[in-house]
């Protein structure tokens, strides 16, 4: 993990959250001067209080916004969006 200054976490939104594993692995480095990026899956579900639910995994991190992802989201928006970071 130390080599990267960049995390995109991906998980499915468990009820407007991350699930609770999400939080375990994140604790599980010194993610201070990195930003990580969630993004998510979820049939209908939106983001909800996913970041305000991470944000005491990543001590000292840049936790940019999150974002939700429709099962027929097409390559091209996924790589705009990714890209953006």
């Given amino acids: 993990m130390s080599q990267y200054d960049r995390v995109f976490v ?3 939104i468990w009820w407007y959250v991350a699930p ?4 375990t692995f994140l604790e599980q480095y010194d993610l201070a001067g ?3 990026i969630p993004f998510a899956t979820s049939g209908g579900s939106g983001m909800g209080q996913t970041n305000r639910e991470l944000a005491d995994s990543c001590k000292g991190a840049n936790l940019a ?7 027929g989201t097409k390559a091209a928006e996924l790589k705009a969006w990714a890209y953006q970071f």
């Fill in 10 to 12: 991906g998980f499915p």
């Fill in 34 to 36: 990195k930003t990580i």
């Fill in 20 to 23: 609770t594993i999400i939080n």
């Fill in 65 to 71: 916004e999150g974002k939700r992802f429709a099962s």
